[in-house]
């Protein structure tokens, strides 16, 4: 169980046009996703917290209107880099988190992005 | 701030050597507490985790990991180790409640010799 799954895994899209990756728990329900970069050979950078049916919480420094965060569903977060730029390239992972008591996070395989 | 420290950047372990990964944390209270395994391009797989109770805890793959309270440590060891363990490992901390970020350490290498 605790399955979450990343689509695309790997994009590869033209400066300036605008990007979305979906996050989806297969198996849970998750009221609570969060969004993360990795650079390489980096731990991962916490970019925001989505909530289901409310608006994201964006940690110091993410630009909210650069990407949109939409949790329209208890099994769904999307991720949309909005005019993406070479400096958008890396790897986008989400985490899910099962509800209840000991709440734990469930990682997807990750978003490889490419912005030429 | 809660911080989380993996000292071990790089670690180079035998196949069929025991390992041990370091883990300390600083925090309020005792957190919640996380081993992830990374392989290149993937994402993180849940090794095991603690939340209170006996503080040996056992994981997936062969792996356990001690809470010592005294210590701020939560170090992730494994009796014998195979090839296929060689991969990135993350140890994180989260705020007991849900809904709370987690902190990674900045994980530790490991390369397994065969």
């Known amino acids: 169980g605790a399955v979450v799954s990343q689509h695309p895994s790997w994009v590869i899209c033209k400066s300036g046009t605008s990007v979305k990756i979906e996050c989806r728990s297969l198996d849970f329900q998750a009221t609570t996703m969060f969004w993360y970069r990795q650079f390489p050979k980096q731990s991962l950078m916490l970019m925001a917290t989505?909530?289901?049916?409310?608006?994201?919480?964006?940690e110091q420094g993410v630009e909210k209107d650069k990407f949109l965060i939409n949790h329209a569903s208890l099994t769904l977060s999307t991720l949309t880099v909005t005019s993406a730029h070479p400096e958008d390239s890396s790897f986008y992972i989400c985490?899910?988190?099962?509800?209840?008591?000991?709440?734990?996070?469930?990682f997807g395989p990750g978003t490889r992005l490419l912005v030429l | 701030a809660q911080s989380v420290t993996q000292p071990d950047i790089h670690i180079t372990v035998s196949e069929g050597a025991s390992l041990e990964l370091r883990c300390n944390y600083s925090?309020?209270?005792?957190?919640?507490l996380f081993w992830y395994v990374q392989s290149p391009g993937q994402g993180l797989q849940l090794l095991l985790k603690y939340f209170s109770g006996d503080t040996l805890v056992q994981g997936i793959k062969g792996f356990e990991a001690e809470f010592k309270r005294s210590q701020s440590s939560f170090n992730l060891r494994k009796p014998s180790v195979h090839w296929s363990d060689a991969a990135e490992y993350f140890c994180a901390v989260a705020k007991r409640g849900g809904g709370n970020k987690l902190t990674f350490g900045t994980g530790t290498q490991l390369k397994v010799e065969l």
């Open positions: 989505s909530n289901e049916g409310s608006k994201a919480t964006y």
């Open positions: 985490s899910a988190e099962t509800s209840g008591v000991q709440e734990t996070q469930y």
């Open positions: 925090y309020g209270a005792t957190p919640y």
